[in-house]
């Protein structure tokens, strides 16, 4: 296991990631195969599948796995887990083209997999908004909502048991500002949906299952993508992915507290920081950065390998706690039992590290995907 420097002035009582996380679901994608920058689907691709891992073991290991269809096309928070871990929630952004099977289109499927059952099962396939990225469930495991990313709509699906049935949609009123991510304040009266079609943050108000759109945007940075909402709900951070041309992107702190909630810092990290999460603790965050790793090898923004790094919460600052080398075109992030998984697209595996006080280390384990890990999800009890 490989210890990696921490920065200097970190306070030495900072307490390690809890246990609170038992699983974590992956959705692989097979349909995509990055090709010297170039996002190319592969000949007889395979069936998307969805992994779940047993996050309670050290290092965590794959328990099961089920075909459903998946997109490596938007954030990487197109999985959700109810907060009983009965139910996962993946959506699909794209599918492979009826009339040329060497491109994709967007897709609008919404599967819903039973957890419990052994082995997983997908009990139904839903549809959303075309597009169908980002998914938020609330913490009465009532309430999905699904930002439908080319469509310019948020799906609404409420649940029962295990039954989830479409309950409507919200019209941001403009078709092309790509509703991408979207988080679920731990109250569940709000959600914040991000449009990096247009560079804004939309504030939704939740009263049971109506949902509506407040008129109120945030402005954090160029095309906001990924987003969560800390414990216990003071913060939300967003990754403004930016526009792919080798400058330095950022991350932003948004303020829940204060009446309407508003930016209150950003950061600048690196490039294309592509997945966003808070620790179930509130403690940490963690962001994975692209680095040109997605781009032509000839590109001088062309970078070998991403980045994981960590951030310690302060309050509502964040401060720099760690960083490590990871794969490459990476995607998402899972907290669990003091780790934190990677996903890689182009190794197509996921990454374990181990965080505790003293910092962050690449433990060497390696979880291997059949598809590229696309958007992951780990339960919050």
């Known amino acids: 296991m490989r210890r990696l420097p921490i920065a200097a002035g970190i306070l030495a009582a900072a307490l390690a990631v809890p246990a609170a996380a038992q699983i974590?679901?992956?959705?692989?994608?097979?349909?995509?195969?990055?090709?010297?920058?170039?996002?190319?689907?592969?000949?007889?691709?395979?069936?998307?599948?969805?992994?779940?891992?047993?996050?309670?073991?050290?290092?965590?290991?794959?328990?099961?796995?089920?075909?459903?269809?998946?997109?490596?096309?938007?954030?990487?928070?197109?999985?959700?887990?109810?907060?009983?871990?009965?139910?996962?929630?993946?959506?699909?952004?794209?599918?492979?083209?009826?009339?040329?099977?060497?491109?994709?289109?967007?897709?609008?499927?919404?599967?819903?997999?039973d957890l419990t059952a052994r082995p997983p099962v997908v009990l139904a396939t839903l549809e959303a908004g075309m597009g169908a990225a980002g998914v938020a469930i609330n913490r009465a495991g009532n309430l999905a909502l699904v930002a439908d990313r080319a469509a310019g709509t948020v799906s609404v699906f409420t649940i029962a048991g295990k039954t989830v049935t479409p309950a409507g949609k919200v019209d941001f009123g403009a078709p092309q500002s790509g509703p991408s991510g979207i988080a679920i304040t731990p109250d569940g009266r709000t959600a914040l949906v991000t449009r990096d079609g247009d560079h804004k943050i939309s504030v939704l108000a939740i009263d049971g299952t109506n949902v509506t759109y407040t008129k109120r945007d945030l402005n954090a940075g160029l095309r906001p993508y990924g987003i969560d909402i800390c414990a216990p709900g003071d913060i939300a951070v967003v990754a403004n992915i930016g526009i792919g041309q080798g400058d330095s992107d950022t991350i932003s702190v948004i303020d829940m507290t204060m009446k309407p909630p508003r930016v209150v810092e950003t950061l600048t990290v690196g490039q294309t920081p592509e997945g966003i999460r808070c620790s179930p603790d509130g403690l940490f965050v963690a962001v994975v950065l692209h680095e040109g790793s997605n781009?032509?090898?000839?590109?001088?923004?062309?970078?070998?390998?991403?980045?994981?790094?960590?951030?310690?919460?302060?309050?509502?600052?964040?401060?720099?706690?760690?960083?490590?080398?990871?794969?490459?075109?990476?995607?998402?992030?899972?907290?669990?039992?003091?780790?934190?998984?990677?996903?890689?697209?182009?190794?197509?595996?996921?990454?374990?590290?181990?965080?505790?006080?003293?910092?962050?280390?690449?433990?060497?384990?390696?979880?291997?995907?059949k598809g590229g890990p696309a958007g992951i999800a780990f339960s919050n009890p």
Do not use: C
């Not at 959705?27 to 395979?46: E, F, I, S, W, Y």
């Not at 290092?59 to 459903?68: D, F, K």
């Not at 999985?79 to 994709?104: F, G, H, M, N, W």
């Open 24 to 113: 974590a679901v992956s959705a692989n994608d097979h349909k995509a195969r990055l090709v010297n920058g170039v996002n190319q689907v592969p000949p007889n691709a395979t069936p998307d599948t969805v992994t779940i891992i047993d996050m309670k073991t050290n290092p965590p290991t794959v328990i099961a796995e089920v075909n459903a269809p998946a997109s490596v096309v938007g954030p990487p928070v197109s999985v959700a887990i109810t907060p009983d871990a009965s139910l996962a929630v993946v959506t699909s952004a794209t599918k492979i083209s009826p009339s040329d099977p060497a491109k994709t289109v967007p897709d609008n499927r919404v599967s819903v997999i």
């Open 295 to 369: 781009k032509a090898s000839n590109s001088p923004f062309y970078n070998p390998n991403g980045s994981l790094l960590i951030f310690q919460v302060n309050g509502k600052q964040l401060q720099r706690f760690g960083r490590a080398p990871i794969g490459a075109w990476s995607q998402g992030i899972a907290f669990g039992g003091g780790q934190v998984l990677v996903q890689n697209m182009v190794q197509q595996n996921i990454q374990v590290f181990k965080l505790d006080k003293s910092g962050l280390f690449d433990t060497g384990h390696r979880l291997q995907m």
